[in-house]
């Protein structure tokens, strides 16, 4: 369905321009262009940006970031952390969840971000620059919301792909990013939505300046170039999506991080985050005679342990997937150790576990050392695991102990661990 | 009743509380993500639009009028949009997973996850393989179609 040709001013503002010059209503020739495409690709955006940015808010949440300064890569947030909460273990698949739908859907975004900015881009260059106060200020804003846009994406894309280019930690740049686009994001929705809607409502164009002057003879419809964003999602949506299930699914994304092959096979052949090599962990360190847990409380009690002590208390098993900030997970893997709350009852927290302090042996990484909260530590299935699928932990997946909780971020689950403080932070 | 002299129109009084109200939040989160350096992440921030509106945009869009040109020539028009949109369709992945595909960060890569990056670029070139052969495939088959109307 091609809409046909409209009439417009060939000039602007009264001044008529060369068709050359990005600033005359003729240069900008696709039939495309128009309020209905526009409206149409904002309201995606809306919806998709608003759960975006949720999911992001909950991510950060996840991290328990008023815990310990351990776990807070944005220890100035002031009030930007207003909704924070004691980050629950039921679900436990909540971070799995909340991590997929924010990579996964942010990815599936890319077309339809890339389509509605080229939809407006004539809007760049109006004249006069600003017609009012009010104009001008929008225009700024304007700038911000397009510049943030494409730093969040640009940030999130790069880092799932282990691309460490961006100026500064990846946490740091994201998460206030994120909000520097979202105040930018919420005034352009109160501004716009009322003319998006109706543009939507009524059948027929308005006049507005995206309807091309001297539109060009069509070669597609602008149905038809709805749908072929949507394929460009659907496209890049089916390559990605598989990385958070195992097996064939896995297989099917076949452009993802972590799509493709699993590193090994057998029990431990599951997908890795950083390996024991990548993180300097020494076969030296984690051998059967030099490895020793350490476990305190804060009253100064401690108890050091080999792997042989510990596979002396009582072991208990859980079902818990690995899910990544970077948008991929694994199913529940069958993880089989000593539960956190036994062994916060050796150093004296026989009742009412409390928070714990977890440092590893690994040299490199941000979250090296992090903390876990009470509730955390009082689940039944939070474990201090040493086996996983009926077999030993793999050197690349912690041995000789590991941490896992259910619906915790991947870094929290500490691999290589050497020591556990308990006592509330 | 109009006072003499050049006066700055103000615009919508509702519009400036609301933009002025963002901007405060824009400066609350703007001050902490400059804390760093604060001159690559402001770089990094207009850079990216500036180099989407007046960079990435021209360059598809004077590829895709080429595209039609050379079509149009040839008097096949209506045919562009078989090459035009598998062709979109690669370069849309290149450019999300270009750090992949480029092999740019295939040793990071291999060393932190255990997986290997070689698979990456025959992967792409694979889609990009079926989505040009497909588009081929409804060619043959809108043209075959068309033959079978015009004879029914």
């Known amino acids: 369905m091609v809409r046909d040709g409209y009439s417009g001013s060939a000039s602007a503002y009264g001044r008529p321009m060369p068709r050359s010059s990005p600033f005359s209503p003729s240069f900008w020739r696709s039939p495309l262009r128009g309020p209905w495409l526009t409206s149409w690709l904002g309201v995606v955006l809306l919806g998709g940006i608003t759960v975006l940015f949720v999911t992001g808010l909950v991510s950060y949440a996840a991290y328990n970031p008023n815990l310990s300064p351990v776990n807070d890569q944005t220890p100035d947030k002031g009030i930007l952390g207003f909704y924070l909460f004691p980050w629950p273990t039921d679900p436990h698949w909540l971070y799995r969840l909340n991590q997929g739908v924010h990579v996964t859907l942010g990815i599936t975004l890319i077309p339809v971000l890339l389509a509605k900015l080229w939809s407006v881009v004539p809007r760049l260059f109006t004249l006069p620059p600003a017609r009012s106060l009010a104009h001008a200020l929008e225009r700024i804003s304007l700038l911000l919301l397009v510049g943030g846009a494409l730093f969040e994406f640009v940030t999130g894309v790069l880092n799932v792909q282990l691309d460490y280019i961006f100026p500064g930690s990846f946490y740091t740049l994201h998460f206030y990013g994120a909000w520097v686009f979202f105040a930018a994001f919420v005034a352009h929705v109160a501004l716009k939505l009322p003319m998006t809607l109706r543009n939507l409502r009524q059948l027929r164009e308005e006049r507005s300046g995206l309807v091309p002057a001297d539109p060009a003879e069509?070669?597609?419809?602008?149905?038809?170039?709805?749908?072929?964003?949507?394929?460009?999602?659907?496209?890049?949506?089916?390559?990605?999506?598989?990385?958070?299930?195992?097996?064939?699914?896995?297989?099917?994304?076949?452009?993802?991080?972590?799509?493709?092959?699993?590193?090994?096979?057998?029990?431990?052949?599951?997908?890795?985050?950083?390996?024991?090599?990548?993180?300097?962990?020494?076969?030296?360190?984690?051998?059967?005679?030099?490895?020793?847990?350490?476990?305190?409380?804060?009253?100064?009690?401690?108890?050091?342990?080999?792997?042989?002590?510990?596979?002396?208390?009582?072991?208990?098993?859980?079902?818990?997937?690995?899910?990544?900030?970077?948008?991929?997970?694994?199913?529940?893997?069958?993880?089989?150790?000593?539960?956190?709350?036994?062994?916060?009852?050796?150093?004296?927290?026989?009742?009412?576990?409390?928070?714990?302090?977890?440092?590893?042996?690994?040299?490199?990484?941000?979250?090296?050392?992090?903390?876990?909260?009470?509730?955390?530590?009082?689940?039944?299935?939070?474990?201090?695991?040493?086996?996983?699928?009926?077999?030993?932990l793999t050197p690349d997946h912690g041995y000789p102990a590991r941490v896992i909780v259910p619906a915790a971020p991947g870094v929290l689950n500490t691999k290589w661990v050497a020591r556990l403080t308990f006592g509330d932070l | 009743m109009r006072r003499p002299g050049i006066r700055i129109p103000l615009g919508s009084p509702l519009q400036l509380l609301l933009l002025i109200s963002s901007f405060a939040l824009t400066g609350y989160a703007g001050v902490r993500l400059l804390e760093g350096d604060w001159f690559e992440v402001v770089l990094w921030f207009v850079g990216a639009a500036v180099l989407h509106d007046l960079v990435l945009v021209p360059l598809y869009g004077a590829a895709d009028r080429a595209l039609l040109r050379g079509f149009e020539a040839a008097g096949t028009r209506r045919w562009v949009s078989y090459v035009r949109v598998p062709a979109a369709l690669s370069l849309l992945l290149l450019l999300v997973w270009f750090p992949l595909i480029t092999g740019r960060v295939a040793d990071r890569y291999a060393a932190g996850t255990g997986l290997s990056a070689d698979g990456f670029p025959a992967r792409w070139l694979l889609i990009t393989a079926v989505l040009f052969g497909g588009s081929a495939v409804w060619v043959v088959l809108s043209r075959w179609r068309a033959g079978g109307g015009g004879k029914g």
């Open chain 1, 218 to 392: 069509p070669t597609v419809s602008r149905r038809g170039a709805l749908w072929f964003v949507g394929g460009g999602s659907l496209l890049l949506f089916v390559t990605t999506v598989g990385q958070n299930f195992d097996g064939a699914l896995r297989r099917t994304a076949l452009l993802a991080p972590h799509g493709g092959a699993e590193p090994g096979s057998g029990p431990g052949g599951f997908q890795i985050n950083k390996t024991a090599a990548y993180a300097g962990i020494r076969e030296s360190e984690t051998s059967a005679e030099a490895w020793r847990l350490v476990v305190e409380g804060r009253d100064g009690r401690r108890v050091r342990l080999s792997r042989a002590d510990l596979l002396d208390l009582p072991l208990r098993s859980a079902a818990l997937p690995i899910a990544c900030v970077e948008g991929w997970s694994t199913s529940d893997q069958w993880w089989r150790g000593v539960r956190l709350r036994d062994l916060a009852a050796l150093v004296g927290y026989a009742e009412d576990p409390p928070d714990v302090f977890v440092e590893s042996l690994q040299r490199r990484g941000a979250f090296r050392r992090s903390a876990l909260r009470a509730n955390q530590v009082a689940d039944s299935r939070s474990l201090l695991a040493l086996f996983v699928n009926g077999e030993d």
